[in-house]
Every structure is written in structure tokens, then in C-alpha cells.
């Protein structure tokens, strides 16, 4: 357990679960609690429930077998050009919105109005053969879970879906909320005033993603097998709400990366 101590919103704490090993079609819930009996743990009203984005597409049996994929012209290009394997670079191109360039073994994309790398595909803790997609509909896994569990338990929990995601310019990952079931993702600071009494012109604050790298940093990148995290007494506006990608971004011509690097920004959806 990490516990964080906060000097006006008490103890934010974090439970670290660990799962056995997901298969395809596992029911969820009963993961989650099978895992939380297992630690000695309960779930309590107004907590989040944190799982990483693979165990939800293990569930919806969001997996590709490689030797089933046929590359296009177009993906054995963007193989040779970014030294990928050319059944890989089709499924980026299929999952991706647009594809914008890259660098060796990774390409930048938009997916869900995400900038992520590979469209969220992930050959890691994969069977041999097989990658990982994104769940189909992040969204609507989010409100599912939430509402199983509560059916469940009687608990009313929220519901975070992480990934990996990037900064630019920054070695490594960090957490990226997919969805939000349960809790504002976005706090608006911008009718508030700094300690100097000056307001605040354009800061919002993306708690769904701090959250997400919070979690992220128990939930690892290799074998840790620890798929779900359970925030408490988390600093959050808590509401009935379903959010994805959508309600977290902003237009190309507002982010100050696209903003710079397209101009204009009429590449948007391009």
C-alpha cells in the first residue's frame, strides 16, 4: 500500500492488487474481487478502482494474431521506414485516426483523439504471437464495470482505465487515462486566483491523469502482474458522469505541441 499525506485533503491512499494471470474473456469483477479477498481487502464507497486498459481488452478478447494479418503496400513501407514487422504496421494503421511520422520501432498516431505511440498496440505481456489492442470502447467498459460492481457489492466506486502515454521531450512513461466512470476527469482552475491574489488565465488541471500516473507507477510495465489499483480519499468531484478521450482533449489550435508543430492546426481529423 503507498500512502500520500496531504496537508489540506488528508491521506490519499493506494492499494496495489495483484491478479493471476488474465485470460480471454475473464470476467472482471469477479477478478477484482477474487484479487481483493486475496489481499484482504473491500471496497468502500467513493472508491476508484484503477485497472490497466490490457486487463479490459483481455476481457473483450482485444487480441490479434500476427500470422492471421495481411500487410498492405502502405504497411510494409511504414515497416521498412520504422523498423517494424509489416503485419505490425498494418494493425497500427487500421487502429490509428491518423499516422504522423516516428522513429525507430514506434510511431506517433492519434487514436481516440489520443497522441499515443502504435495506436495503443502492445506486444508486451502478450501470448507469442498475438498483440494487444485498445478495448473497442473505453467509454462504455468504464460504465459497465462501474455499474457490475456496485451491482456486486452495493459499493459506489469509480472507474479509472489506464494506459501507458508520453511526454514529450521525457524518458518513459507515464499514466493515461482512457475513461472515467465516477469523477470529473478535468478540474477547471481558471476562476480561481494564484497565492498572490492574480487569477488564472488558461490552467486546468488533469486529475484523471494524475491519478493515472499514480497508479501507473505500482502497476509497472513488466511482470508485476498488478493490474488494479484502489484509490481512496482521493481530492475529486465525484458524479454520476462517463468520460473518454473526447472530454479530456483539447483542439490541435488550443495544445501548445500541435498547435506549434501543424500551424494552423487544419490537419485536425486530417
Known amino acids: 500500500m503507498f500512502q500520500s499525506c496531504m496537508e489540506d485533503d488528508g491521506t490519499v491512499k493506494l492499494y496495489a492488487v495483484k491478479t493471476r494471470t488474465i485470460k480471454v474473456g475473464d470476467s472482471l469483477v469477479e477478478i477484482i474481487l477474487e484479487s481483493l479477498r486475496a489481499q484482504n481487502?473491500?471496497?468502500?464507497?467513493?472508491?476508484?478502482?484503477?485497472?490497466?486498459?490490457?486487463?479490459?481488452?483481455?476481457?473483450?478478447?482485444?487480441?490479434?494474431?500476427?500470422?492471421e494479418i495481411k500487410p498492405?503496400?502502405?504497411?510494409?513501407?511504414?515497416?521498412?521506414?520504422?523498423?517494424?514487422?509489416?503485419e505490425f504496421a498494418e494493425l497500427i494503421l487500421r487502429e490509428a485516426t491518423k499516422v504522423y511520422g516516428g522513429v525507430d520501432k514506434a510511431v506517433l498516431t492519434l487514436k481516440n483523439g489520443i497522441l499515443t505511440a502504435n495506436a495503443g498496440i502492445d506486444n508486451k505481456n502478450s501470448p507469442e504471437g498475438f498483440v494487444v489492442l485498445w478495448p473497442s470502447n473505453p467509454r462504455e467498459s468504464a460504465d459497465k464495470l462501474r455499474k457490475e460492481?456496485?451491482?456486486?457489492?452495493?459499493?459506489?466506486?469509480?472507474?479509472?482505465?489506464?494506459?501507458?502515454?508520453?511526454?514529450?521531450?521525457?524518458?518513459?512513461t507515464t499514466g493515461l487515462?482512457?475513461?472515467?466512470?465516477g469523477f470529473k476527469p478535468i478540474k477547471d482552475n481558471r476562476q480561481d486566483k494564484d497565492l498572490y491574489g492574480k487569477p488564472i488565465a488558461i490552467t486546468r488541471q488533469a486529475v484523471a491523469d494524475d491519478l493515472a500516473s499514480a497508479t501507473h507507477l505500482l502497476m509497472g510495465e513488466a511482470a508485476e502482474k498488478t493490474s488494479i489499483v484502489v484509490i481512496r480519499d482521493a481530492p475529486v468531484d465525484f458524479d454520476e458522469g462517463v468520460y473518454d478521450a473526447a472530454d479530456m482533449m483539447m483542439s490541435f489550435k488550443e495544445c501548445i505541441f500541435m498547435g506549434t508543430f501543424s500551424g494552423s492546426g487544419d490537419s485536425e481529423g486530417a
Open 41 to 67: 481487502l473491500q471496497l468502500e464507497d467513493n472508491d476508484i478502482v484503477a485497472l490497466t486498459s490490457k486487463i479490459i481488452s483481455y476481457s473483450e478478447s482485444r487480441l490479434a494474431k500476427m500470422s
Open 72 to 86: 498492405s503496400e502502405k504497411a510494409k513501407e511504414l515497416a521498412q521506414q520504422h523498423g517494424l514487422k509489416p
Open 149 to 172: 460492481i456496485r451491482h456486486a457489492t452495493g459499493k459506489r466506486v469509480a472507474v479509472l482505465i489506464v494506459d501507458s502515454g508520453l511526454v514529450p521531450l521525457r524518458i518513459g
Open 177 to 181: 487515462a482512457l475513461a472515467v466512470a
